[in-house]
């Protein structure tokens, strides 16, 4: 799978792909999976952007196609890669999977600082269903909920 700007390369991750997912996502998250969380995900959708056998960013759902419908667990790009379009390429490959697997709804979650991230999901026809504050006190807490529904 090759993105349009033809530097890198989507490709679903592998075993040997836990190590470099692990740095950036240590770079992007502050509460971060540990690898007992990625290794499971690699049955299910997980994709990584490489260029040059380097490990930029990735995307990791999970589908039900019994219940046609998907939840975008994690995505991340490298900081040092960002506003490249990694995660609109990512974003662009994983909803394609999802509409072939005949899934009818995707979500995921936004952190509210976040609006960088939000547009980007708006983009591809995202939706806020609801605003979502674990602890009131504790404004990161809060995320928008967000869907995409396929027609």
């Known amino acids: ?8 390369v989507i490709r679903a991750a592998q075993p040997d792909d836990i190590a470099q997912i692990m740095a950036v996502e240590r770079l992007c998250f502050p509460k ?7 290794c499971p995900a690699l049955r299910d959708l997980f994709l990584v952007y490489e260029e040059d056998g380097r490990i930029l960013g990735f995307i990791v759902a ?6 046609r419908r998907a939840v975008i667990m994690r995505i991340a ?3 040092e890669a960002q506003g490249r379009g990694i995660a609109s390429h990512l974003l662009e490959q994983a909803l394609a999977i999802l509409r072939d697997k005949k899934i009818a709804t995707v979500e995921l979650d936004v952190e509210i600082p976040k609006t ?29 909920l967000m869907q995409l529904r396929f027609a």
């Open 1 to 8: 799978m090759q993105p349009s700007d033809g530097a890198g």
């Open 32 to 38: 971060q999976w540990n690898e007992s969380q990625f």
């Open 62 to 67: 999970c589908a039900c196609e019994v219940a």
């Open 77 to 79: 790009v490298h900081p």
């Open 116 to 144: 960088n991230a939000k547009r980007l999901y708006e983009k591809f026809g995202f939706k806020t269903l609801k605003v979502v504050n674990v602890d009131a006190d504790y404004e990161n807490d809060a995320f928008y």
